[in-house]
């Protein structure tokens, strides 16, 4: 396995500013953004698939720091219901595409999107509940007339590119958000369909993210190393489903933490040997998007928690085996 760290925490950095910083720390991949919700401060595709220097410029930089791509990010909702919206981050994912053919790389990470419940609707409909029974037809919409259609023509355009590992983050808000509905689309869609797995957001929905790693198996493509702190009287009180801001931590029921401030070291401990038990050996990627600390603060605390946690080599093959 890797250390790895999602760039745009930095982007009020260059790249070379932000290269410099993780290299100095021992960080041995970087996931960079190139449009969508994550933003394209370190990647534009605008510019690199049009200026051969400047593509250069951006390959040397992580030569000259000794760090490689794990992935590029490209989150949204290419599913919108408001056709404007669903272009831009559909365009957004096709650049994503041609940059990562450009540079060899197969990885690009992105949600699956949701659309409205109906083709009249302008603003996404994510279905919680079975009944009453207009919930599931809704669902019967979303999935057999715009998702499915969707990620079928949108990964075989990958594919055609050399881009093999689309990894859906599990996100509540889009159609797949839980191990379930990644494997329902994997299925439907085919092996180029797997999870950007962040255990974060399985956290508060109560899944088990080491049950969730070994029911996945080798659908986990990439790997977000986040972490969740479940307020247990805030629980009692009002459930998971929580629409509070983020900012508003006093009186969520969870917040997003850094490694170790959710869950204790044991935790995590469980979740890399899970990933070893499955066979994944690539990025562990770190996401900051701990609002009770800084940037800084927050990814060097989660380096050097990970940074001993990590299974870095290959087992060795016991004697007595």
Not at 60 to 70: A, P, Q, T, V
Not at 137 to 163: C, M, R
């Given at each position: 396995?890797?250390l ?12 070379e ?25 370190h ?16 390959q ?11 992935a ?15 272009d831009?981050f ?5 650049q ?40 599931l ?28 590992k ?11 958000y839980?191990?379930e ?9 085919g ?9 974060s ?10 049950l ?7 659908a ?24 509070k ?6 009186a ?56 001993n ?13």
């Open positions: 396995m890797k790895g760290v999602l760039t745009n925490l930095f982007s009020d950095k260059t790249l500013e932000t290269l410099q910083y993780l290299s100095q720390r021992g960080v041995q991949m970087a996931e960079i953004g190139v449009g969508g919700f994550p933003g394209n401060a990647g534009n595709p605008e510019v690199l698939l049009n200026d051969k220097a400047k593509l250069q410029e951006f040397n930089l992580f030569k000259k720091y000794k760090i490689e791509i794990s590029l990010s490209v989150h949204g909702n290419p599913i919108h219901p408001n056709k404007a919206v669903a831009k559909h365009h957004d994912f096709v994503a595409v041609l940059l990562a053919e450009k540079l060899g790389l197969k990885y690009i990470n992105t949600f699956s999107g949701c659309p409205g419940g109906s083709k009249n609707d302008q603003t996404p409909n994510w279905v919680t509940c079975p009944w009453p029974n207009d919930f037809d809704i669902l019967e919409y979303q999935w057999n007339e715009v998702l499915i259609p969707y990620w079928k023509e949108t990964v075989a355009f990958a594919k055609s590119h050399g881009v093999t689309i990894g859906l983050e599990m996100h509540p808000g889009f159609c797949v839980n191990p509905t990644l494997l329902k689309l994997r299925n439907a869609v092996p180029e369909i797997g999870a950007n797995f962040d255990p957001h399985l956290i508060w929905q109560g899944i088990d993210p080491v969730a790693i070994k029911q996945l198996g080798d986990i493509h990439h790997f977000h190393a986040k972490d969740t702190k479940i307020d247990a009287y805030n629980v009692a009180q009002n459930g998971v489903l929580d629409t801001r983020y900012d508003n931590e006093l969520r029921s969870w917040v997003f933490r850094t490694v170790g401030y959710g869950n204790n070291e044991v935790f995590w401990r469980d979740v890399i040997s899970a990933l070893r038990l499955i066979g994944y050996d690539y990025a562990v990627s770190i996401e900051h998007e701990d609002s009770l600390m800084s940037n800084t603060e927050g990814l060097n605390k989660a380096i050097s928690f990970l940074t946690i990590l299974i870095y080599e290959k087992p060795t093959k016991a004697y007595w085996i």
